[in-house]
């Protein structure tokens, strides 16, 4: 299966921590995109990263991809309450145009 | 007020029946794509569509059927051939054309239960 594994499978900290979830695939990428999607809601999109990029930031989040270990980091810093969510990495090949997406963090922020 | 929706928010199914879910965008977008959610789990796709009067099967595309006659518009049927179709099922879009992968907007879904 071409599908990302994202680990960890749930994560658990308080406001103002950071948060680290990662994603890997398997095989040659052109895009890697990460998405939020809160309990019964569909998906937003946060974030997305072509194979020629090594790292792009959007507000409190950042994100990095490295091509030759094939994974990905999603880092939200200075969490909040509302960061609450599962989380998504999806990765984009040249062939098809679709998206597969990783089974997902489930993020939890305590205030 | 551009964006995608999907209706019904909520669908009840009898066994035996097929039902339809709807998925609208005024995006202007080329592709759209459906996909079924599992508790706990990632999204699967079902069947996806690059441009008016095409789709193509995903990776679970038994027991359900799409069309996709106008640009706006992408269908799904549920079959009765589909033996366990409870599940929260996505609408997306995206430019598209080509084969181009880029980012996907999503509808609220529509969460299927069995009578």
């Not at chain 2, 759209?32 to 009067?53: A, E, F, H, K, T």
Request: glycine share 10%.
């Amino acid at each position: 299966s071409q599908q990302g594994e994202e680990d960890p499978q749930a994560l658990s900290i308080q406001e103002g921590e950071n948060a680290t979830m990662n994603c890997s695939y398997k095989t040659s990428i052109n895009n890697l995109q990460w998405y939020r999607q809160n309990s019964g809601r569909g998906l937003v999109h946060l974030i997305l990263i072509r194979s020629n990029e090594r790292e792009k930031h959007s507000g409190r989040l950042r994100v990095t991809l490295d091509t030759s270990k094939k994974s990905s980091s999603l880092l939200i810093t200075a969490s909040r309450a509302a960061d609450t969510a599962s989380y998504f990495c999806a990765t984009g090949y040249n062939q098809g145009g679709k998206l597969i997406f990783g089974q997902g963090t489930e993020l939890s922020v305590k205030p | 007020d551009g964006g995608i929706t999907q209706s019904p928010k909520y669908l009840f199914r009898k066994e035996g029946q097929n039902v339809t879910l709807s998925c609208e965008q005024n995006l202007n977008h080329d592709a759209m794509y459906w996909y079924r959610q599992d508790p706990g789990q990632g999204l699967r796709l079902i069947y996806y569509s690059q441009i008016v009067n095409d789709f193509q099967k995903g990776d679970i595309a038994e027991g359900y059927s799409v069309s996709r006659e106008k640009k706006e518009s992408f269908p799904l049927t549920v079959t009765s051939a589909q033996k366990n179709p409870t599940a929260f099922y996505l609408c997306a879009s995206s430019i598209g054309g080509a084969g181009r992968i880029e980012t996907q907007y999503f509808g609220p879904g529509t969460r299927l239960l069995v009578l």
